[in-house]
């Protein structure tokens, strides 16, 4: 996915996003429901297909595509990715992420990432929200590794040893947390915990991560939040708490599960989400 494609684009509008929004499994869904009645208008959609180099998602929930929203009032512009790509789908991290960097490339400097994770604390129920303070990456992989990436003159996108001791940005978070809460969801903070999947955790193993500290499982976030670091740009996230973990969870773990849990609460946080999005640009 080429970013000059997306500058090209975004030179249409006059200006870059200002914030780019990852819509991750179930969420998605919710969008349509979330985007009526707002003071964000549709200006463009774009497949992931239809930019040079771009790949289609192969997930059920992960339709593949950007839009392209613009305040009413501010004329801001905002891009709400709907789906990602995974590593489990057989794509290395760097192929994964490229929605993303090549929206960074382009000029974009703050990124809100989501996802759908099992909750391996019982504390956290299902339909709520947990603010991302901190992840660990455990899925064998890492997007920069290899060769330092360079652009088109050869130079480094970013520094060869990443610090991520604030991958993320507590200001962003705050100010999601804080519209959350008013909407009246239950939302909490903890660690989200990277794995390539695609099967779900066994019993032992959620029981071994809680153990350890870690809060919600997922199957994304981590390397685009890696990446989005080393290019120097601002992210913060939180996970959609679809489910509880294996042996959390009275019944087996399903994808319909995650699906039915985001149409009961999911236009509700994308709502809190959007205004949100006008704070965050000072509206």
């Known amino acids: 996915m080429k970013k000059d494609y997306l500058a090209n684009l975004y030179r249409t509008f006059g200006q870059a996003p200002g914030l780019h929004v990852v819509l991750g499994s179930g969420l998605s869904f919710a969008f349509d429901a979330a985007f009526e009645g707002s003071r964000w208008e549709l200006v463009k959609e774009l497949s992931f297909s239809e930019i040079p180099d771009g790949k289609a998602s192969s997930v059920q929930g992960h339709k593949g595509s950007f839009r392209y929203l613009r305040h009413r009032d501010t004329q801001k512009i905002v891009c ?32 809100i990432l989501t996802n759908a994770a099992g909750s391996l604390n019982p504390n956290m129920k299902a339909g709520s929200v947990m603010m991302i303070r901190d992840h660990v990456n455990l899925t064998g992989k890492n997007p920069l590794h290899g060769p330092n990436k ?132 000072g509206d």
């Not at 685009?224 to 679809?242: D, H, M, P, T």
Request: net charge negative; hydrophobic share 40%; glycine share 10%.
């Open 80 to 111: 709400v990715q709907i789906g990602r790509l995974h590593g489990y789908e057989g794509y290395e991290p760097w192929d994964a992420i490229q929605p993303v960097v090549a929206s960074a490339l382009a000029g974009t400097e703050s990124f």
């Open 150 to 281: 360079v652009d088109q003159s050869g130079e480094p996108l970013g520094p060869r040893f990443q610090d991520l001791s604030s991958a993320w940005d507590k200001d962003l978070n705050a100010m999601m947390r804080s519209n959350f809460e008013t909407a009246g969801l239950d939302v909490s903070e903890g660690v989200y915990l990277g794995l390539m999947g695609p099967t779900y955790e066994t019993p032992a193993e959620v029981q071994m991560f809680h153990r350890w500290g870690l809060d919600a499982v997922g199957m994304s976030t981590v390397w685009e939040c890696i990446a989005l670091k080393y290019l120097g740009k601002k992210v913060g996230g939180f996970s959609f708490i679809s489910n509880l973990g294996a042996g959390l969870s009275p019944h087996p773990l399903s994808h319909e599960e995650v699906e039915e849990t985001a149409k009961l609460k999911g236009a509700q946080i994308l709502k809190a989400l959007m205004i949100a999005a006008e704070e965050f640009f």
